[in-house]
T-cell receptor, first 114, second 113 residues
Framework: DQQVKQNSPSLSVQEGRISILNCDYTNSMFDYFLWYKKYPAEGPTFLIS?????DKNEDGRFTVFLNKSAKHLSLHIVPSQPGDSAVYFC?????????????FGRGTSLIVHP | NAGVTQTPKFRVLKTGQSMTLLCAQD?????MYWYRQDPGMGLRLIHYSVGEGTTAKGEVPDGYNVSRLKKQNFLLGLESAAPSQTSVYFCASSSSEGTDTQYFGPGTRLTVL
């Protein structure tokens, strides 16, 4: 049973608009969340993260929002650019110091049209 | 600083053949991981290691073995390849689990005929 779910396999957005990628999780003990970006034929690279003590983290055009009560996080990209076209993976992990390894969602493929 | 490297980049095997995938990292990371990525399945953890000489099973360990004889290297072995093991394999490393980001290699595309 998936503990981290990305229910939208794909998303298509016009350049300059906002892209919103969603992620839901089932384990309320998760307290750290990460987004990775993956281009074809390359390994994933870290994009942005958020701790459960926050509800928002921003890095340039990328903002991650966390709603703990809904067990939901979202990644906002504003404005979207064609170079953002990639697969985005959401990952969640338990408190640092534990033996748990991050759990990944299945990914959302974002296509940004010029 | 090469980061995480994987050897080979591509490989085609026949059913029943064996092979070893090599992962190397030059960041002095304690933790190393092997994932497989299949269409629509995301990244699934095969095995991981929390330090030199240690290994542990992940979500999908069957049919694979691993070894971490040196801190910088993490080997993934397939003793008797099966078509179900056709996948893209990614190695990753991190300084510790949990909140530390993982650094991924470029992947190995394996086809088992």
């Amino acid at each position: 049973d998936q503990q981290v779910k990305q229910n939208s396999p794909s998303l298509s957005v016009q350049e300059g608009r906002i892209s919103i990628l969603n992620c839901d999780y089932t384990n309320s003990m998760f307290d750290y969340f990460l987004w990775y970006k993956k281009y074809p034929a390359e390994g994933p690279t870290f994009l942005i993260s958020i701790s459960s003590i926050k509800d928002k983290n921003e890095d340039g055009r990328f903002t991650v929002f966390l709603n703990k009560s809904a067990k939901h996080l979202s990644l906002h990209i504003v404005p979207s650019q064609p170079g953002d076209s990639a697969v985005y993976f959401c990952a969640a992990s338990l408190p640092s110091g534990g033996s748990y390894i991050p759990t990944f969602g299945r990914g959302t493929s974002l296509i940004v049209h010029p | 600083n090469a980061g995480v490297t994987q050897t080979p980049k591509f490989r085609v095997l026949k059913t029943g053949q064996s092979m070893t995938l090599l992962c190397a990292q030059d960041m002095n990371h304690e933790y190393m991981y092997w994932y497989r990525q299949d269409p629509g399945m995301g990244l699934r953890l095969i095995h991981y290691s929390v330090g030199e000489g240690t290994t542990a099973k992940g979500e999908v360990p069957d049919g694979y073995n691993v070894s971490r004889l040196k801190k910088q290297n993490f080997l993934l072995g397939l003793e008797s390849a099966a078509p179900s093991q056709t996948s893209v394999y990614f190695c990753a490393s991190s300084s510790s689990e949990g909140t530390d980001t993982q650094y991924f290699g470029p992947g190995t595309r394996l086809t088992v005929l």
